[in-house]
């Protein structure tokens, strides 16, 4: 088992860079993979990015490059870099944690989830 926090939301003006962190305690971190999903209200959960055991990583297509995920396995913490953010990008980000060697952007694959870090753009 894993739990999840999450930290570096805020608020932040369009164009502006945020870097999300995701602590994880538990044992075997590095034999999860890990992703970030993110929620508005009104919308359904969507994902992000994600990063696999190997370190390989996967973005949703319409992010455009703007975001990179990576992790610290000797400081159990995931990390998003987000760059050129846009109001459309205003949500509620979530990491989730899957044990397992494959990254995927699809929730229902993850059994671990944090209590979410809020991005307001404007």
């Known amino acids: 088992h894993v739990q999840l926090v999450e930290s570096g939301g805020g608020s932040v003006q369009a164009g502006g860079s945020l870097r999300l962190s995701c602590v994880a305690s538990g044992t075997n971190y590095e034999r999860y993979s890990m992703a970030w999903f993110r929620q508005a209200p009104g919308e359904e959960r969507e994902g992000v990015a994600t990063?696999?055991?190997?370190?390989?990583?996967k973005y949703a297509a319409s992010l455009s490059g703007r975001f990179v995920v990576s992790r610290d396995n000797a400081k159990m913490t995931l990390f998003l870099q987000m760059n050129g953010l846009k109001p459309e990008d205003t949500a509620m980000y979530y990491c989730?944690?899957?044990?397992?060697?494959?990254?995927?952007?699809?929730?229902?694959?993850?059994?671990?989830w944090g209590q979410g870090t809020q991005v307001t753009v404007s």
């Open positions: 990063i696999d055991t190997d370190g390989n990583t």
């Open positions: 989730a944690a899957r044990f397992g060697i494959i990254g995927t952007l699809d929730s229902g694959k993850y059994n671990y």
